[in-house]
């Protein structure tokens, strides 16, 4: 993991690969890590840079949580100092969201855009992700890891295992893997504190105008769309109010994944993924 200073905020990456440049960006309340087992496998044909977002990382160092248009210029200085000229960009969730105001704030070298159930972009909020953001939402994410509390978690958890290997796959049931990955992945206060922070950033600087601009600035650029069927965060219907203003996107739905189809359906994503990197840019892996 490489670290550059951009004015207070310290960014940090890593690199592997050659080829076309693939910039990934994570969502709330995870890291760049999560998308190893994506990167891993297209760092074969292109080169990856997948940045740690300063104060929203679960894992980066403790700093501010900076806007998102800071985040915009700081990531795009980012890539014109490791004098990469053009690349694709690739965020989920919140990630997605920075994704798309990186395209909107006029950089050229922005080939396509691939959007992983992207958040901001919908007219609504998740009523979970309004109620972690609010004021009180740092005392539920600490009460939620209190050593009870967490043993409770727990045991549900293996109970609902237990039931739902027997059961055939129901949409409407949540995914307990996808939870429980999250659940641990937040078990550090340091990570808690800045995914609520993080919430309270991203709702202040959703707005209906902002998000029109966005998506309207975005509309020439190739875009694809992936949605898990059963995201109980962002969910799949914001991809219809999407495709409004962007009608030339692609939108592909994953049946049976969440919030995090990278993570869960894994092969299906990149499947999907790469048939539409290289559809768009023909000539670009291995360049």
């Known amino acids: 993991m490489m670290t550059m200073k951009i004015g207070d905020l310290s960014w940090q990456y890593s690199v592997m690969g050659a080829g076309a440049t693939l910039v990934f960006i994570h969502g709330l309340g995870n890291d760049s890590k999560s998308w190893s ?10 080169r990856i840079v997948a940045v740690d977002l300063p104060g929203y990382s679960a894992t980066g160092a403790d700093q501010r949580t900076p806007s998102i ?9 980012l890539l014109d100092l490791l004098k990469i000229e053009s690349y694709s960009v690739i965020g989920h969730s919140f990630g997605g969201a920075v994704a798309a105001h990186l395209v909107s704030a006029g950089p050229t070298q922005v080939r396509t ?3 992983l159930a992207p958040g901001g972009l919908g007219t609504e909020i998740s009523p979970v992700l309004s109620l972690l953001g609010s004021r009180m939402g740092g005392t539920l994410l600490s009460f939620a890891y209190r050593p009870s509390t967490k043993r409770v978690v727990e045991y549900l958890a293996n109970q609902y295992r237990e039931i739902d290997s027997t059961l055939e796959r129901d949409a409407k049931r949540p995914n307990i893997t996808e939870f429980m ?27 209906s105008l902002r998000r029109d601009w966005v998506l309207a600035a ?29 009608p030339r996107a692609r939108l ?27 559809a768009a840019n023909p000539d670009a892996a291995g360049d």
């Open 69 to 77: 248009d800071e985040l915009t210029a700081g990531l795009a200085e």
């Open 252 to 278: 592909e739905t994953i049946t049976g994944a969440g919030h995090a189809p990278h993570r869960s359906h894994v092969r299906q994503t990149l499947e999907i993924m790469s048939a539409f990197l290289e």
């Open 181 to 207: 990955e999250t659940y641990n992945h937040l078990a550090l206060p340091s990570a808690r504190s800045k995914l609520h922070r993080g919430l309270r950033s991203a709702i202040h600087s959703n707005t």
């Open 218 to 246: 975005c509309a020439e650029t190739p875009t694809l769309i992936i949605w898990g069927s059963d995201d109980r965060i962002v969910p799949p219907w914001h991809a219809e109010q999407v495709k409004i203003l962007m």
């Open 37 to 46: 087992p994506l990167a891993d496998e297209l760092s074969l044909r292109y």
């Open 113 to 115: 855009l691939v959007l």
